[in-house]
């Protein structure tokens, strides 16, 4: 035993050592992040964790958009990061075959069960058909959107603003509001999140504490989390909790529409459909009933967290940005003849060009989905040449992608809702309408055939509530209020989006 004892001492020193040296040389130099020995590049990455997108692009400008990420040598993580378009236009679309989910994804979001996201071939082209046919083509969909919508912006966020316009926190609202949104349309029910006393809902705070957890699974071995599970360490305890927290709410939902007597059922929303549409499937031998929760859970997460991190991200790039914020309100007021921003039906919203390139800007800066990871079945080389086989973890940094010059620009980091305007044919050099942008330039609704289902009901919904506000308030930010992107999976803000909100009406008499 002697020895053994010895050599755990040696090498345990050994790795303080390293780790020590990473961290003096971390405080030393600027630059691509050192290999070292037995640890790879690994400490880097602990290092940056609370900054892990802006680290990836550091590296990433250094080395012409694509590296290669050493791991330790006994965990098998090289991770080959990328913002290359031509590499995403690669793996997202022409030899998209080739790059399933697969199962290390599946792994890591094991909370997503059978879903669409954790799903690939023939069960993902069941869950993208029945979704499409069950939700986004229902004959009432747009209907049901715009008018819950409507709803919750009138009996949620305006009494809401109203009461703690001096300060709150926009992103709690944001979040309370997308919860609420896609409860109602998807589970026909308001667990009224959003309402001026602010009530803690389990299953909405839940959402937070499960995408911080699901990122650090990405770059720690498999086993030093799933020891932590077993243990329940850390933030894989309140991944945990929040798997709890989701399956009771959603269970209970499911429940409440059993219950239901059957012509009521029929009258309202879309979970009906939904049961309907799912109900029989014979492409995974799971219970009907956990079969929905994993459909549900991941269209609640493809639909809410992800439009209310949008929102956040855009009013913090107008506060900063006042001119922008009068233009859209202007462009507004042209639109509806004055202030009657409630009369704008979804069609008009598609006529309001500033408001459309500011929030392509603010997705552009910080898209919701800041990086996704990705292995290949059979051995390939990308077009940049480098060479990855099934070992390789490939990170797609579709945040790095909005920073790179020779993508958008020298003016690449600022906020110019210009940038999406295209110069009509008249001649008369005036701007006509949106710029169309690829998506494996612009992946902020990913790319290929796994582009997202609802960009068009997220633009929508963000849309909706953006000018509700605008028409209402000017909005500035809380000043030493330190705003930066959380380490999770969906970019929310680490410490939200402290603002203040001034009355419209306020402005005009003193202003
Ligand atoms: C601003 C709002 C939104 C953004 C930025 C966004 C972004 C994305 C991204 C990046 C993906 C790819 C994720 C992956 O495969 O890892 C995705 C997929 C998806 N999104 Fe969205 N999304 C938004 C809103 C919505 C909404 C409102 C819905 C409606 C429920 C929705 C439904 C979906 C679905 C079902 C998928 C899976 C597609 C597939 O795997 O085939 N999204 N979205």
Same mark, same amino acid.
Request: with cysteine; net charge neutral; aromatic share 10%.
């Given at each position: 035993?002697?020895?053994?004892?010895?050599?755990?001492?040696?090498?345990?020193?050994?790795?303080?050592?390293?780790?020590?040296?990473?961290?003096?040389?971390?405080?030393?130099?600027?630059?691509?992040?050192?290999?070292?020995?037995?640890?790879?590049?690994?400490?880097?990455?602990?290092?940056?964790?609370?900054?892990?997108?802006?680290?990836?692009?550091?590296?990433?400008?250094?080395?012409?958009?694509?590296?290669?990420? +050493? &791991? /330790?040598? @006994?965990?098998? #993580?090289?991770?080959?990061?990328?913002?290359?378009?031509? =590499?995403?236009? $690669?793996? %997202?679309?022409?030899?998209?075959?080739?790059?399933? +989910? &697969? /199962?290390? @994804?599946?792994? #890591?979001?094991?909370?997503?069960?059978?879903?669409?996201? =954790?799903?690939? $071939?023939? %069960?993902?082209?069941?869950?993208?058909?029945?979704?499409?046919?069950?939700?986004?083509?229902?004959?009432?969909?747009?209907?049901?959107?715009?008018?819950?919508?409507?709803?919750?912006?009138?009996?949620?966020?305006?009494?809401?603003?109203?009461?703690?316009?001096?300060?709150?926190?926009?992103?709690?609202?944001?979040?309370?509001?997308?919860?609420?949104?896609?409860?109602?349309?998807?589970?026909?029910?308001?667990?009224?999140?959003?309402?001026?006393?602010?009530?803690?809902?389990?299953?909405?705070?839940?959402?937070?504490?499960?995408?911080?957890?699901?990122?650090?699974?990405?770059?720690?071995?498999?086993?030093?989390?799933?020891?932590?599970?077993?243990?329940?360490?850390?933030?894989?305890?309140?991944?945990?909790?929040?798997?709890?927290?989701?399956?009771?709410?959603?269970?209970?939902?499911?429940?409440?529409?059993?219950?239901?007597?059957?012509?009521?059922?029929?009258?309202?929303?879309?979970?009906?459909?939904?049961?309907?549409?799912?109900?029989?499937?014979?492409?995974?031998?799971?219970?009907?009933?956990?079969?929905?929760?994993?459909?549900?859970?991941?269209?609640?997460?493809?639909?809410?967290?992800?439009?209310?991190?949008?929102?956040?991200?855009?009013?913090?790039?107008?506060?900063?940005?006042?001119?922008?914020?009068?233009?859209?309100?202007?462009?507004?007021?042209?639109?509806?003849?004055?202030?009657?921003?409630?009369?704008?039906?979804?069609?008009?919203?598609?006529?309001?060009?500033?408001?459309?390139?500011?929030?392509?800007?603010?997705?552009?800066?910080?898209?919701?989905?800041?990086?996704?990871?990705?292995?290949?079945?059979?051995?390939?080389?990308?077009?940049?040449?480098?060479?990855?086989?099934?070992?390789?973890?490939?990170?797609?940094?579709?945040?790095?992608?909005?920073?790179?010059?020779?993508?958008?620009?020298?003016?690449?980091?600022?906020?110019?809702?210009?940038?999406?305007?295209?110069?009509?044919?008249?001649?008369?050099?005036?701007?006509?309408?949106?710029?169309?942008?690829?998506?494996?330039?612009?992946?902020?609704?990913?790319?290929?055939?796994?582009?997202?289902?609802?960009?068009?009901?997220?633009?929508?919904?963000?849309?909706?509530?953006?000018?509700?506000?605008?028409?209402?308030?000017?909005?500035?930010?809380?000043?030493?209020?330190?705003?930066?992107?959380?380490?999770?999976?969906?970019?929310?803000?680490?410490?939200?989006?402290?603002?203040?909100?001034?009355?419209?009406?306020?402005?005009?008499?003193?202003?």
């Amino acid at each position: 035993m002697a020895p053994l004892h010895y050599f755990s001492d040696i090498l345990l020193l050994l790795i303080v050592f390293l780790f020590s040296g990473a961290v003096f040389l971390h405080r030393q130099r600027k630059g691509t992040p050192i290999n070292f020995p037995l640890l790879g590049m690994t400490p880097e990455i602990l290092l940056n964790i609370h900054r892990i997108h802006e680290f990836a692009t550091d590296f990433l400008k250094l080395s012409n958009d694509t590296f290669l990420f +050493k &791991g /330790p040598w @006994f965990s098998g #993580i090289d991770m080959l990061f990328t913002s290359d378009p031509e =590499n995403i236009h $690669h793996i %997202l679309s022409k030899n998209f075959s080739n790059y399933p +989910k &697969g /199962p290390d @994804f599946r792994t #890591i979001f094991d909370i997503l069960g059978d879903g669409i996201f =954790n799903s690939d $071939h023939e %069960l993902w082209e069941f869950h993208r058909k029945t979704t499409m046919a069950s939700v986004l083509k229902h004959p009432d969909f747009h209907t049901l959107l715009e008018t819950s919508i409507r709803n919750k912006i009138e009996k949620g966020l305006l009494p809401v603003l109203e009461c703690y316009h001096q300060e709150m926190d926009l992103q709690d609202v944001f979040q309370r509001f997308m919860f609420d949104a896609i409860c109602v349309l998807l589970l026909d029910y308001d667990p009224e999140s959003l309402s001026v006393h602010l009530p803690i809902v389990p299953c909405e705070k839940a959402f937070t504490d499960a995408e911080e957890a699901l990122l650090l699974r990405h770059y720690l071995p498999v086993k030093v989390w799933k020891l932590q599970r077993r243990f329940g360490l850390g933030k894989e305890k309140k991944l945990s909790e929040a798997w709890k927290a989701f399956d009771e709410f959603i269970y209970e939902c499911l429940s409440r529409k059993q219950k239901e007597p059957k012509d009521e059922e029929s009258s309202t929303g879309l979970l009906t459909s939904l049961i309907s549409g799912f109900s029989g499937q014979t492409v995974t031998s799971c219970d009907s009933t956990k079969f929905l929760r994993d459909t549900i859970l991941n269209l609640m997460i493809a639909g809410g967290d992800t439009t209310s991190t949008s929102l956040s991200w855009f009013f913090y790039l107008l506060a900063q940005n006042p001119s922008v914020e009068n233009k859209i309100r202007k462009e507004i007021e042209t639109k509806t003849g004055g202030g009657k921003w409630k009369s704008l039906t979804t069609k008009q919203l598609e006529g309001l060009v500033y408001l459309h390139g500011g929030i392509c800007e603010s997705l552009r800066l910080y898209p919701p989905v800041g990086l996704e990871h990705k292995s290949p079945l059979e051995p390939d080389i990308l077009p940049t040449g480098h060479a990855v086989d099934k070992e390789t973890r490939i990170i797609l940094s579709f945040y790095s992608m909005g920073r790179m010059k020779g993508l958008w620009g020298d003016d690449c980091m600022e906020f110019k809702p210009e940038r999406w305007f295209s110069k009509g044919g008249n001649g008369n050099g005036k701007w006509s309408g949106i710029k169309h942008e690829p998506s494996y330039k612009f992946p902020a609704f990913h790319a290929g055939p796994r582009a997202c289902l609802g960009k068009e009901m997220g633009m929508i919904q963000m849309k909706m509530v953006a000018i509700a506000i605008i028409c209402n308030y000017h909005v500035e930010l809380v000043k030493g209020h330190l705003v930066c992107p959380s380490d999770s999976i969906i970019m929310h803000m680490k410490y939200g989006l402290k603002v203040r909100l001034v009355p419209i009406t306020t402005i005009k008499q003193y202003g």
